[in-house]
């Protein structure tokens, strides 16, 4: 078993085995030492039994509790499944099972997790801005493909990165072809060299055959490796995945490699799916857009022939997901 914390930040690593008991809290003679002022001296007992397959986390009566599904009770032990979140202050520690590598207790810090309704991210909020402006990796999960890569864009929209936007669909192209398509065949350069800059979007993340993960981790960990010596990073690119799967139950499946994964979630956004929109709602979307087109894409002079606000307007283009009109361009 693996017990991991997803993130952008360094990991650490501990050994779970057979009958190791470890103390997680604030104080450095803590086992796991969890630098925050939420999180207790002294907080919680992590047990371990079953050769690394057993595990059971005891509140010490902390100040902030630990959560499993749910509070704790004080001193009383809570087996811990593959699957469960671990709540520690802001930490988040989730049980999966591991490959054939030893069981470890990877410690991060937790990424941040939002649900979006707005592909387009015409009018995003701070929290969501966060996110894109951040250098941490993403994973979009949710169904509909392009809304997904919509929303992909509008990150690195909001971004302010000066390279390029590019596609790998990691579904489309056969595993033959997608090494050499991500990191070049000597003849031409990969999609990785090719974002710079820029926003390399993995489209079905999850369909990323098991070698070319392994070659992508190497690549991620001595970018790592050289952001901490100050030497020149092997790439820029800023990773977002996408993916209509469950990638933790992948990785219980052993059918994604929980590393990578835990590199790649420095923060998750849901796509959540849009409802059928009633009769009258459809009749105002309509209204909205053939006004728009009126007034020349100008949302100001469209608002005012609707008798509306212009920010009641951007509101209700969010709502419909109608995408901004381009600005216009100067002869």
């Given at each position: 078993?693996?017990?991991?914390?997803?993130g952008?930040?360094?990991?650490?690593?501990?050994?779970l085995?057979?009958?190791?008991?470890?103390?997680?809290?604030r104080?450095?003679?803590?086992?796991?030492?969890?630098?925050?002022?939420?999180?207790?001296?002294?907080?919680?007992?992590?047990?371990?039994?079953?050769?690394?397959?057993?595990?059971?986390?005891?509140?010490?009566?902390?100040?902030?509790?630990?959560?499993?599904?749910?509070?704790?009770?004080?001193?009383?032990?809570?087996?811990?499944?593959?699957?469960?979140?671990?709540?520690?202050?802001?930490?988040?520690?989730?049980?999966?099972?591991?490959?054939?590598?030893?069981?470890?207790?990877?410690?991060?810090?937790?990424?941040?997790?939002?649900?979006?309704?707005?592909?387009?991210?015409?009018?995003?909020?701070?929290?969501l801005?966060?996110?894109?402006?951040?250098?941490?990796?993403?994973?979009?999960?949710?169904?509909?493909?392009?809304?997904?890569?919509?929303?992909?864009e509008?990150?690195?929209?909001?971004?302010?990165?000066?390279?390029?936007?590019?596609?790998?669909?990691?579904?489309?192209?056969?595993?033959?072809?997608?090494?050499?398509?991500?990191?070049?065949?000597?003849?031409?350069?990969?999609?990785?060299?090719?974002?710079?800059?820029?926003?390399?979007?993995?489209?079905e993340?999850?369909?990323?055959?098991?070698?070319?993960q392994?070659?992508?981790?190497?690549?991620?960990?001595?970018?790592?490796?050289?952001?901490?010596?100050?030497?020149?990073?092997?790439?820029?690119?800023?990773?977002?995945?996408?993916?209509?799967?469950?990638?933790?139950?992948a990785?219980?499946?052993?059918?994604?490699?929980?590393?990578?994964?835990?590199?790649?979630?420095?923060?998750?956004?849901?796509?959540?799916?849009?409802?059928?929109?009633?009769?009258?709602?459809?009749?105002?979307?309509?209204?909205?857009l053939?006004?728009?087109?009126?007034?020349?894409?100008?949302?100001?002079?469209?608002?005012?022939?609707?008798?509306?606000?212009?920010?009641?307007?951007?509101?209700?283009?969010?709502?419909?997901?109608?995408?901004?009109?381009?600005?216009?361009?100067?002869?």
């Amino acid at each position: 078993m693996l017990v991991a914390l997803g993130g952008g930040a360094p990991v650490r690593a501990y050994p779970l085995t057979d009958g190791v008991e470890l103390i997680l809290g604030r104080d450095v003679d803590c086992d796991v030492v969890l630098a925050h002022h939420r999180v207790s001296r002294r907080h919680a007992r992590l047990r371990v039994s079953g050769a690394g397959d057993v595990l059971a986390i005891e509140d010490l009566g902390s100040r902030n509790g630990t959560r499993v599904r749910e509070p704790l009770k004080r001193n009383q032990p809570c087996p811990v499944e593959a699957g469960d979140a671990i709540g520690i202050g802001p930490f988040t520690l989730t049980a999966v099972r591991g490959g054939e590598s030893p069981p470890l207790l990877v410690i991060g810090a937790s990424p941040p997790s939002l649900v979006v309704d707005d592909p387009q991210v015409s009018a995003p909020s701070l929290a969501l801005l966060d996110v894109a402006r951040d250098a941490a990796s993403v994973i979009v999960s949710g169904l509909g493909g392009e809304a997904k890569r919509t929303l992909a864009e509008a990150l690195h929209r909001h971004s302010g990165r000066a390279g390029h936007f590019i596609v790998l669909d990691c579904a489309a192209i056969g595993p033959e072809q997608i090494e050499a398509e991500l990191f070049g065949d000597g003849t031409r350069p990969g999609a990785l060299e090719e974002a710079a800059d820029g926003t390399l979007l993995f489209e079905e993340i999850g369909e990323l055959p098991p070698p070319v993960q392994g070659r992508l981790l190497q690549v991620i960990e001595d970018r790592e490796a050289a952001y901490a010596s100050g030497e020149p990073p092997t790439f820029t690119a800023r990773l977002v995945c996408t993916t209509d799967r469950d990638l933790l139950a992948a990785v219980e499946a052993r059918a994604f490699r929980p590393d990578l994964f835990y590199r790649l979630a420095g923060a998750t956004l849901t796509l959540r799916q849009a409802r059928a929109l009633t009769s009258a709602e459809e009749e105002e979307r309509i209204q909205l857009l053939a006004t728009i087109a009126q007034a020349d894409g100008n949302l100001t002079r469209a608002a005012r022939r609707l008798g509306i606000g212009r920010n009641v307007l951007v509101a209700k283009m969010a709502q419909y997901r109608i995408p901004r009109p381009p600005p216009p361009r100067h002869k």
